[in-house]
């Protein structure tokens, strides 16, 4: 017969310490120290989830410098992870039209020149794309 030995077992939910190979007491409830923020925790406590499209990678490079530069912004890679899409025109890339559809701010890349230079995030409304043609 098989008998399970639960007595070695700590669940994931015991807060209990261990000692870790260093002698340092270690949470098993914690991966990470306390201290420590991770990306996603980031994001989460960002306002502005900044994707950038259609745009050459050197404008990119310098924009996400400057974006990162600001309190309350990270750079995304995913649409789905978006608050705001930053473009030089309307497009009809895959990032621009999601963006539509899932009512993401779209902005010109003014918006973040003019924000960096004014050190601090401005107001979307004068900054969204409009489609001239």
């Known amino acids: 017969a098989y008998k399970k030995n639960f007595d070695s077992f700590t669940s994931p939910t015991t807060k209990s310490k261990r000692k870790s190979s260093r002698g340092s007491s ?36 310098g924009l996400t410098k400057k974006s990162k530069s600001l309190k309350g912004a990270t750079v995304v890679n995913k649409i789905e992870n978006a608050t705001h899409l930053v473009t030089d025109k309307v497009r009809r890339t895959v990032k621009f039209l999601s963006a539509i559809g899932y009512g993401i701010n779209t902005l010109s890349v003014d ?16 900054y969204i794309i409009k489609d001239i043609e």
């Open 26 to 61: 270690v949470n098993n409830n914690n991966h990470f120290p306390s201290s420590s923020i991770t990306s996603s925790q980031e994001r989460r406590k960002s306002k502005y989830k900044i994707l950038f499209t259609g745009l050459s990678a050197n404008i990119v490079t």
């Open 111 to 126: 918006w973040v020149n003019d924000s960096y230079r004014n050190k601090s995030w401005l107001e979307e409304d004068d």
